[in-house]
């Protein structure tokens, strides 16, 4: 009992050596976050760009809409960025489509070879490119030698020209027997054909398929071959998944249906870490995809999305599967494409029942993404859906404080949150409730915005994440 009490006091101790590292003694930027934030932006072009094909280049004479749902792939990828996609119907009880789709930067001078995870959209940030020189000077740079030239060689006359002498050598034909194959060559290939690098087979052009649904329904195969490609806002190449026997793609879950759940149940909870996890991904992803139509300005739980396996319990614990939340949008092949609408459950003012609502009681987030961020971790942290957790703190609250922030932030502060995971995470969800991290700016296209998010959000959650694991196999080895 008492090495357990020694444990806990330890993890809490340790927890909290998180949240001062990362507020006192914080490296505002170092090489790491400046290439790691150069990724995200990255892949935020990407997933763009991929919007743009899927909605302009995925013709469907079968099916009168889908709904496409993506999730970055952080391996895989041989030049450029990969996603996995889920491509559905909107028939009941259909299965999606799972295809991985490559995106490769094609801009000028970028053809022949184009560099992993490049764009032509984004500057690279100068101060990167100092720490990189200055690391590797540190790592591979010697003394500089300087030596005396060696003596010059005897000068050797320069030959008189052929044309200047007035003499006509002739040259002697060399014939070689040719096969009857040789005789005739081969057309040079089409432009295009696009060669896989791995196994030297030319793609398929898919823009010359007319129902992408059923073409890649008839195709069995599977592997790491390149299936296809669509030049359309760059270079994508389309892939067939291996799929685990034992998952069935039709199961799909979403997260506010979790945090419905255990809030139903009464008996079931969120590992402390398993939210955490969670609460990490979702930060990268607001990176990832804020301000494209995968991310809708105003998001809630119910957008992220798992594919493929079932909810993982035991006991009283209920975990999420270990992948990336996929985030979707919805096809129509009449409307295009529009954003999956967010249900009535979450708004940025207080939830008011009232005809007639005062325009006091209405709080609108200066950066909704980030504001709507803070009110998920908020589920995640007490398991409960957010009108179950707004509603009887409004009541409490003063009339000209019944706004959505308000009861928020009286939720981040509490003292079951910061008992419940540690006063770092109340901290994050205060700043992310504020959504200018005390540098005036509510904009996420400002550079030192993400930065401030970077730093003070997803490397403290990564961290945490990491902290708890360390902690939970020491936990189990008494």
Known sequence: MNDFRNLTSQIIQELGQIKSSSDQNRPRLTASHLTTLDK????????????????????????PGHAASISFQDKGAERGVKFS?????????????????????????????????????????????????????????????IRSPPPPKK????????????????????????????????????????????TAIPAQNLERVSDFCQHFQNRALCGSDCIGY???????????????????????????????????????TLPRRAAVRVAGTLASAVLQYHATPWLP???????????????IQNHENIGLPEQLPYFGVELSRRDG??????????????????????????????????????????????????????EPVLERLEPTKRTAYHAA?????????????????????????????????TDLEDERLQEAFL????SVLQRAEVRLAELSARMSGL
């Open 40 to 63: 995200y932006r990255r892949i935020r072009t990407a997933s763009s760009r991929l919007y743009e094909t899927v909605s302009l280049r995925w013709p469907c004479a079968t099916h």
């Open 85 to 145: 996609v889920a491509m559905g119907s909107r028939e009941r009880g259909s299965a999606p489509l799972w295809l991985d789709i490559e995106y490769i930067d094609m801009g000028p001078g970028r053809q022949a070879s184009p560099p992993p995870l490049s764009t032509s959209t984004e500057v690279q940030d100068p101060r990167k490119a100092v720490f990189d020189i200055v690391k590797d000077l540190e790592e591979h740079g010697q003394p500089m030698v």
């Open 155 to 198: 000068l050797v006359k320069r030959p008189k020209d052929v044309q200047t002498t007035g003499v006509l050598k002739k040259l002697k034909a060399v014939r070689f027997q040719t096969s009857a194959a040789d005789s005739n060559p081969q057309p040079a290939a089409s432009e295009d054909e696009d060669c896989d690098s791995a």
């Open 230 to 268: 669509i030049r359309h806002s760059g270079l994508h190449r389309f892939y067939l998944p291996s799929i685990d026997a034992t998952t069935d793609p039709r199961n799909q879950t979403n997260l506010a249906d979790v945090i419905e759940r255990i809030a139903r149940d009464g008996t079931l």
């Open 297 to 311: 300005e105003v998001w809630e739980s119910s957008h992220v999305q798992y594919f493929g396996t079932n909810l």
């Open 337 to 390: 494409m529009t954003n999956t609408s967010p249900s009535p459950g979450l708004s940025l003012a207080a939830p008011d029942t009232k005809a007639h609502q005062d325009t006091s009681k209405t709080a609108v987030a200066r950066n909704p993404s980030l504001f709507c961020l803070g009110i998920v971790l908020l589920e995640l942290a007490y398991c409960k859906p957010w009108p179950s957790l707004c």
């Open 409 to 441: 932030e009286r939720l981040a502060q509490s003292t079951f949150l910061r008992d419940r995971m540690w006063p770092g995470y109340s901290d994050i969800v205060c700043k992310l409730l504020g959504c200018d991290f005390g540098l005036g700016k």
């Open 455 to 458: 730093v003070d959000v997803v």
